[in-house]
């Protein structure tokens, strides 16, 4: 009995301890209804900032304008003929996973990817939209 009674008394001082360590007494708060609120600072350092965004900055964009795809091969060349003879520019073709993609412009910027965007729906390609040149 005394040998239980020793464990027990062991055993309740060792999962205090236990316990305890398992929260943070500096950064936290009691309220007196019991709520705990835990409070962490984070810090960063502005260099880190400026570091990371001089490599957002340098990201290059790829841009271009996609006036439509095709699965036959017919009938993306005759769009390609109305494309060139509506904007009056070059109209590439890229053929990829059996779809024939036509696209005009390339751009690294989306505001001047977006207002080539513009004109050309304003020359009746309405569904034609911005899109990753990759």
């Not at 984070?42 to 400026?50: N, S």
């Not at 060349?77 to 070059?90: G, K």
């Amino acid at each position: 009995m005394k040998i239980s009674l020793n464990y027990f008394v062991l055993l309740s001082i060792s999962s205090t301890f236990i316990f305890s360590a398992c929260t943070s007494s500096d950064d936290s708060k009691e309220w007196d209804d019991g709520l705990v609120v835990v409070v962490d600072t984070v810090v960063v350092r502005t260099d880190t900032i400026k570091t990371e965004l001089k490599k957002v900055e340098s990201i290059k964009l790829n841009l271009t304008v996609q006036l439509a795809a095709f699965v036959n091969k017919d009938n993306a060349d005759q769009y390609v003929i109305d494309a060139r003879e509506r904007l009056n520019t070059m109209v590439d073709v890229k053929f990829t996973k059996g779809i024939y993609k036509i696209t005009v412009g390339k751009f690294d910027d989306s505001d001047r990817a977006n207002a080539y965007l513009d004109f050309v729906k304003s020359k009746g390609f309405e569904d034609a939209f911005v899109n990753n040149a990759n």
